[in-house]
């Protein structure tokens, strides 16, 4: 099958009047807005950058010197609207392109979850043009594709690109995600703030977000109550961990509780999930979860992930139950399989083991 080739136009040529800042290179940790946007889609394999640029472009064409990525001004960009400026970057990128994502420079945080499931969904279903949406809100960035493109170019711009959006009709596709990053921007300075709390949080969902996620993933009900039964577990465990002088991250062990199960009912849910996860940018979640079934070797001192683990070994269904008994069904039914049986004996000697050191005096 042949690679598709993904481009992506990032407009950066407004006088950012709202903010009273130059917004592409505002700081987000380390890196500046249009890095840190630009970045997101050299990780989802995005091969092709056209950044336009209008005010102040030289500024930004020596902060992105060092990246792939080719920049061009709009030379009427005190005159023009955004989607002219997308103009100028579709024609810029070619016809040698099968998709292309279309954004402005302040959408730093958008999942790689995100960008590659609407990369599927536009491939898969061969539709013009695909935009995400969280909790009812369209956002950033649209992905267009080959025939897509060749529609915007020859649209009117009225309304810009949602117009021609609109336009397109029966090819365009409404994608809904848990993903907060696609409704932000930093059109003021208070959206800005936003985006700065939400980057310095990003790596730990809240419990909202993880509820979210079970409706988005479809997660049954028994799995949901059994996971949240989990989380209170691991937050008992955490605290008499805490007494013996082991500080463990509480947001990271509830949330990992929780979602620990997340793929549950699929083949290989451990990794599954943990592929979702590591994609919607919850990477320590995302380790946890992969080892939540099988711990490959434990701690000298307890981490989140024994946490996690044990606590999920302490409760069968929603009920609290000894380590013995939640071995106890797997033990019978693979009772006639050497291997299997096995691997469930070992993993039951190390719930066991782990238990002890918590709870030991």
């Known amino acids: 099958m042949k690679t598709k080739i993904i481009g992506a136009v990032i407009v950066a040529g407004g006088l950012s009047s709202r903010m009273k800042d130059f917004k592409p290179l505002l700081k987000i940790d380390k890196k500046t807005m249009i890095e840190t946007t630009a970045s997101n889609f050299i990780k989802a394999g ?61 959408s730093p945080f958008v999942q790689q979850f995100t960008l ?65 990053g696609i409704t932000l921007d930093a059109d003021t300075p208070t959206d800005y703030f936003k985006l700065l709390e939400f980057g310095s949080n990003i790596h730990i969902p809240p419990t909202f977000l993880c509820l979210e996620m079970y409706e988005y993933f479809n997660v049954p009900q028994d799995v949901r109550e059994h996971s949240v ?24 062990v509830v949330s990992a509780s929780l979602l620990h199960d997340i793929a549950k009912g699929h083949p ?46 302490m409760v069968k269904g929603t009920e609290v139950v000894s380590i013995k008994e939640r071995f106890k069904e797997k033990e019978e039914l693979y009772k006639n399989d050497k291997d299997i049986l096995k691997n469930i004996e070992r993993r039951e000697a190390c719930a066991m083991k782990l238990f002890n050191e918590v709870f030991s005096a």
């Open 46 to 106: 995005v091969g092709k950058i056209v950044v336009v640029t209008g005010h102040r472009s030289q500024d930004i064409e020596n902060q992105l010197a060092g990246y792939n990525i080719k920049c061009i001004k709009n030379e009427n960009y005190r005159t023009t609207h955004m989607f002219d400026s997308v103009c100028i970057g579709l024609k810029e990128l070619g016809q040698d392109t099968d998709m292309v994502f279309v954004t402005p420079s302040d």
């Open 229 to 252: 039964r989990v989380a209170m577990e691991a937050i008992n465990i955490c605290e008499i961990l805490d007494k013996k002088g082991i500080r463990l991250n509480r947001r990271l």
């Open 268 to 313: 290989r849910h451990s990794s599954l999930g943990a592929k979702w996860l590591l994609e919607m940018g919850y990477e320590e979640i995302s380790t946890i979860v992969r080892n939540h079934a099988n711990l490959e070797y434990i701690s000298e001192i307890p981490t989140e992930m024994e946490v996690v683990y044990l606590a999920d070994k």
């Open 116 to 180: 590659k499931k609407m990369i599927d969904e536009v491939d898969l279903k061969n539709i013009k043009a695909a935009q995400p949406s969280y909790e009812g809100t369209d956002g950033h960035p649209v992905l267009l594709s080959a025939q897509g493109v060749k529609e915007v170019l020859g649209y009117n711009g009225v309304n810009g690109m949602q117009g021609a959006l609109n336009n397109m009709a029966e090819g365009f596709l409404n994608i809904p995600f848990v993903d907060p």
